[in-house]
């Protein structure tokens, strides 16, 4: 079937440590996003991409970093820059790029913990 | 940026009830999507409307772009509608992918 898949569900990180979170579709979709949800507020952008090889900056992206090398994987990595990595982080995609009114499709998500 | 209000913002109710969760948002958007969060913390998308009223199922959302406002309803609520129903609005300038999402509604219906 056709969906994204985060891996892992759950991660420990001791702090200092960089930790990469993936994402990988297979619907075909030229978009791909990453957010971050945390407790009583909504979902904020972290990166996304429109299209292979190039990537935005989103709201809250200061200690993060993604690559789009492939159309159906845009991994996340949290690095050690980042002051409070403890979150939620949702992959989504969707079939064209932004500020369109695309539906949107998500994965089950990946919970990160740090030490 | 816009700012997107949702109410309530805990609901709990029992099964059978017809139940209703409201968005408000502060600046003219394109489209708004609400989407539903499971327990486990999946999303999925219920809806994108720019206008009008849509149904799918047991699932009814309207919107009324005049008065910036949207609804979700839910008709013979069954305890597996308990999630977090999520309001997301799409403007037409102002944020980086243009999406503003709201805190969300947390759902429990019991039976």
């Known amino acids: 079937d056709g969906g994204i898949t985060q891996s892992p569900k759950y991660l420990f990180r001791k702090e200092g440590q960089n930790v990469t979170l993936s994402c990988e579709q297979n619907l075909n979709h030229d978009a791909m996003y990453w957010y971050r949800q945390d407790p009583g507020q909504g979902l904020r952008l972290i990166y996304y991409?429109?299209?292979?090889?190039?990537?935005q900056k989103g709201d809250i992206a200061e200690g993060y970093s993604v690559s789009r090398e492939k159309k159906e994987s845009f991994p996340l990595t949290v690095t050690s820059a980042q002051k409070n990595p403890t979150a939620f982080y949702l992959c989504?995609?969707?079939?064209?790029?932004?500020?369109?009114?695309?539906?949107?499709?998500f994965g089950e998500g990946s919970r990160l913990t740090v030490l | 940026k816009n700012e997107v209000e949702q109410s309530p913002q805990n609901l709990t109710a029992q099964e059978g009830e017809f139940i209703t969760i409201n968005c408000s948002y502060s600046?003219?958007?394109?489209?708004l999507h609400w989407l539903q969060q499971h327990p486990g913390g999946g999303i999925v998308s219920l809806f994108m409307l720019s206008s009008g009223k849509k149904k799918h199922g047991r699932l009814i959302a309207t919107i009324n772009i005049q008065e910036k406002h949207s609804s979700l309803h839910i008709t013979a609520s069954h305890p597996r509608d308990s999630a977090v129903y999520i309001c997301a609005v799409l403007g037409r300038g102002g944020g980086a992918d243009g999406l503003t999402f709201g805190k969300g509604t947390h759902l429990i219906i019991q039976p």
């Open positions: 600046v003219g958007i394109s489209a």
């Open positions: 989504a995609s969707s079939i064209r790029g932004p500020r369109t009114t695309g539906e949107l499709f």
């Open positions: 991409s429109q299209i292979v090889n190039d990537f």
